[in-house]
Nanobody, 125 residues
Framework: QVHLVESGGGSVQSGGSLKLSCTASGFTSEPNFMAWFRQGAENEREGVAALRSDGAKFNSVAVRGRFSISQDKAKNTVYLQLNSLKPEDTGMYYC???????????????????WGQGTQVTVSL
């Protein structure tokens, strides 16, 4: 059974940084995509960053230059480094995995197979 467990969320002031972790278990083969999504109180779930199995990385326009995705395959962990945080970055951050080909935009949450429980990020002024 596949599990994704996020950690690292918290409360920071504007301009601060956090590093989120997503540890995966139960996969029989490497997922094709690992991604981070977020959801604010009144917003739909939106893609933040993704990492394809060949090493290609993707970011949303809203976080480009501030957030970066990386992984440690030996630890089965994907990270999301959040820098220069803004109040609008506040939300629940979810890790997601897609096993097969992703024949659509990487930020489309409907096509991901597995999800973690989320970790809360709160940014204050």
């Amino acid at each position: 059974q596949v599990h994704l467990v996020e950690s690292g969320g918290g409360s920071v002031q504007s301009g601060g940084s956090l590093k989120l972790s997503c540890t995966a278990s139960g996969f029989t083969s490497e997922p094709n995509f690992m991604a981070w999504f977020r959801q604010g109180a009144e917003n739909e779930r939106e893609g933040v960053a993704a990492l394809r199995s060949d090493g290609a990385k993707f970011n949303s326009v809203a976080v480009r230059g501030r957030f970066s995705i990386s992984q440690d395959k030996a630890k089965n962990t994907v990270y999301l480094q959040l820098n220069s945080l803004k109040p609008e970055d506040t939300g629940m951050y979810y890790c997601a995995a897609k096993e097969g080909p992703l024949d659509t935009f990487w930020g489309d949450s409907d096509y991901y197979d597995y999800w973690g429980q989320g970790t809360q990020v709160t940014v204050s002024l």
